[in-house]
């Protein structure tokens, strides 16, 4: 199971999205509630920040609201740490009686959560809420399995291309509008600067690959009839990990240092001066402008395959979900749609950085922040999601794609072996998962 890491935390070392959670809540038997009960106490999980007390004020806002609304409803918001989710969560799922009635939850863990049973389908909610329509696809995705809703949207993030402006002044360089251009002015820049990276690259960032592989045409995996099948070697996809795997090497991120390194540690080498360039997220901000970097660089979208085009990014995020087992479903909807509708989604982005999910208020908010508007560009080129099977959580796991990459980049194995027993790999996952 994963998760998006959070602007709000002042270090990259908290890039949640590098946070692997090693098992989800096996299926469970039925457990819908057999009442809604219009009042009582709503009990909320919600994840706990590194600086949590800017998410609380916007909570409690959003809680003294619902309750002025809802005459004989109280609330009890609990933060829970990030390292023991999912074991909060199977618990959850297995004993209803001792249950939230909602949840946050990364949004790579739909598909496996509502496998597991512990979701409430909440389509027909959100289909006729006002607010819904202007909701970003990619995010509305990330709710959705087999055409059922299961939750909103709390906040979405995305990656782009940091650089260092000096460097690229001293060399006479200019930001590059195309993949091949990326990886050129990476080793040319290496070539100028040996001490440091062209572009810090890393065999366990999966979502700083990703890019490469949707730039060239090519899919982690297609659906079909309701189930998956891996696509990760096909031609396509070969020419992605290809491209990726290029940035390994002497000339750019030697493998030794950068076949292990992960998508913090390719943060904190740009932020600590050590890279010129480096593919980070919005919640990456704060953690360059903690760095040496501060006031020497600029953000654009990672380029794609043609010039002036976006690189396909990866999509993530976290959304605010009901529990199949609320004995308060009525009351715990409306609870979720204050939680994360565009007034508290703009007071989040002020308190915490999280983009919101919303078009409209995303574009309000890129308009006040210059640092969000390469962004926003890029979610409106159009960002990817990962397949929304539970056999996902299973491959992320058990480190399949970024052992691809380390195969590739030490030497051990070419790209149509690594990708062809990856492929073979992801497709015993989503087998299993149906």
Not at 223 to 237: C, D, H, M, T
Not at 328 to 338: E, F, G, S
């Amino acid at each position: 199971m994963k998760l998006i890491a959070r602007i709000a935390a002042p270090s990259a070392a908290l890039v949640l999205a590098g946070l692997t959670a090693t098992a989800c809540a096996p299926q469970t038997s039925d457990n819908s509630a057999k009442k809604d009960d219009k009042s009582g106490t709503l009990r909320v999980w919600l994840f706990q920040e590194v600086n949590n007390k800017p998410k609380e004020q916007v909570v409690d806002a959003a809680v003294a609201a619902f309750r002025k609304a809802h005459k004989g409803a109280e609330v009890e918001v609990e933060y829970i740490p990030v390292e023991t989710r999912a074991q909060r969560v199977k618990a959850a799922f297995n004993d209803p009686k001792s249950a939230p009635d909602l949840i946050e939850y990364g949004n790579t863990d739909t598909a496996g959560y509502v496998k597991d049973g512990g979701l409430a389908d909440v389509g027909e909610e959100f289909t006729a809420w006002d607010e819904a329509k202007d909701t970003d696809p990619t995010a509305k995705q990330s709710v959705t399995v087999d055409g059922k809703i299961y939750g909103a949207p709390l906040f979405v993030g995305v990656r782009a291309l940091y650089y260092r402006t000096d460097v690229f002044k001293e060399l006479g360089i200019a930001a590059p509008k195309t993949q091949d251009e990326l990886i050129a002015t990476a080793k040319k820049i290496h070539k100028a600067k040996p001490e440091l990276y062209g572009l810090a690259v890393g065999g366990a960032y999966t979502y700083g690959a990703m890019p490469f592989i949707w730039a060239q045409g090519g899919e982690l995996a297609q659906e079909s009839g309701g189930s998956y099948k891996a696509a990760i070697n096909s031609p396509a996809a070969q020419k992605g990990i290809t491209a990726y795997t290029s940035l390994f090497g002497d000339d750019n991120c030697p493998a030794a240092k950068c076949a292990s390194m992960g998508g913090n540690a390719t943060v904190t080498a740009f932020a600590s001066g050590k890279a010129a360039m480096a593919i980070g997220g919005d919640f990456s901000h704060q953690a360059v402008e903690a760095g040496a970097v501060k006031g020497k660089y600029a953000v654009v979208p990672l380029p794609g395959r043609e010039a002036g085009s976006i690189a396909p990014a990866f999509a993530g995020g976290n959304n605010i979900g009901v529990l199949k087992s609320s004995s308060h479903r009525t009351l715990a909807v409306d609870l979720m749609k204050q939680f994360t509708g565009k007034e508290t989604q703009r007071k989040l982005f002020d308190a915490m950085g999280f983009l919101p999910t919303y078009t409209d208020v995303r574009a309000e908010v890129a308009k006040k922040e210059p640092f969000v508007e390469p962004f926003v560009r890029t979610l409106g080129a159009g960002a990817k999601f990962v397949p929304a099977s539970s056999g996902w959580g299973q491959i992320d796991a058990s480190l399949v794609l970024p052992t691809m990459f380390q195969e590739i980049v030490s030497g051990k194995k070419d790209v149509a072996a690594a990708s062809g027993d990856a492929a073979k790999k992801m497709d015993t996952a989503f087998a299993a998962a149906g």
